[in-house]
């Protein structure tokens, strides 16, 4: 494919759908683009010297700009015409390992992008038996093999977690010039996910209340404020001190802390007001939940098996996540209203949406106080009246 390259002739160019492919300058004889799956594009230009034809890259578009990339292209076939072209010099490393990169990856990448970076770390780790291997030695079947594996260990949803991740990590490589093509672009999930709808029973509600109080502090506190706010495990688990105004019975969730970018007001239940002032506070620390004082809580993984040992052996498989659903679903029983639910949770459903999501700004934060006033006496009745405050 051969056109006169302009600046929004070059911006047009769609990202290539199996195979990298090329289009050439008709302005600048041998000056080309090569267009990746990800949409990078490269300037390259090829050359003759010693009667060989020779392709030498010159750099990213728009980092290299259309004017910089024609005047480098002629100075390097007037230099190989001439006989002065400088023979490129060997890198001191070829293609880096998929090991050696990853690091690069969670520090340069992950880490400012991603409120989850940590799972992101923890997922690639799956990939450590190609870890020695370089990033252009990497083939599809490799991945393929690797996803297959986490599959048949009966982990499927986990799969599609390790093809995103390492989807995103190969387009990042190809985005930098590390590499030319993603291996797994276009590669799709293994497993087909089903959405969760599993909600709790009331006598769950009843069971796992009472068996995160044998948990004491700060695992039953924790436990206890997740099921009155209806809030995420990760945003309940590292509530500060700085957010909280026990006096006027808020909890404001700034912007980065909050799966939606947004800030988020929650009204404090009187009963969740009573179990946060019943928590010892680490000194020097603004942390609410922490054995430390440094670090939030973990070990939610162990704390799920041990709570689970309360509930019947037949019992349907649970996570911490369900408490959410759960809250949501007892509200609409109760005669909550849906946008006043979704305000609850920070869910953005649809129901509010286009123009009006954009407009709508009210925090309806009566309303959610109002609610989750009556959930907390719903969840007190749940639980046969037992004493909600929970000794540190």
Known sequence: MKQTFTTKSIEALKPATVKRYEVRDAKVQGLHIRVSTSGTRIFCVFVRRDQKRRRIKIGPYPMVSLADARRKAMELARDAELGTLKPQEPKEEG????????PDFIRLYAQPNTKDWKGTQSILKKFDPIARKRLNEI?????????????????????????????KLMNWCVDRGVIET????????????????RVLSHDEIKTLWHGAIAEGYPFAQFVHVLMLTGQRRGEVSGMRWSEINLDEGLWTLPANRVKNGRLHV???????????KSIPRFMNSDLVFTTTGTTPISGFGRLKERL????????????????????????ARLGVQPHVIDAV?????????????????????????????????????LAMKANLVTNG
């Open 95 to 102: 293609c880096p390992t998929l090991g050696k990169i990853i």
């Open 345 to 381: 949770t920070n869910h953005k459903s649809g129901i509010v949406s286009g123009v009006g999501a954009t407009y709508n700004r009210y925090s309806y934060l009566d309303e959610k106080r109002e609610a989750l006033e009556l959930w907390a006496k719903e969840l007190s009745r």
């Open 182 to 197: 993603s291996p797994v672009a276009h590669l799709r999930p293994p497993t087909k996910e089903i959405s969760r709808d």
């Open 139 to 167: 083939k599809r079947t490799d991945i393929v093999r690797i996803l297959d594996d986490i599959v048949a260990s009966g982990t499927p949803t986990r799969a599609n977690r390790a093809l995103a991740a390492i989807k």
């Open 266 to 276: 929650v009204p404090l239940s009187s009963q969740a007001i009573d179990i946060l």
């Open 308 to 331: 689970a040992l309360s509930l019947p052996e037949n019992t349907e498989d649970w996570r911490f996540h369900d408490f959410r659903r759960t809250v949501s679903t007892e509200m």
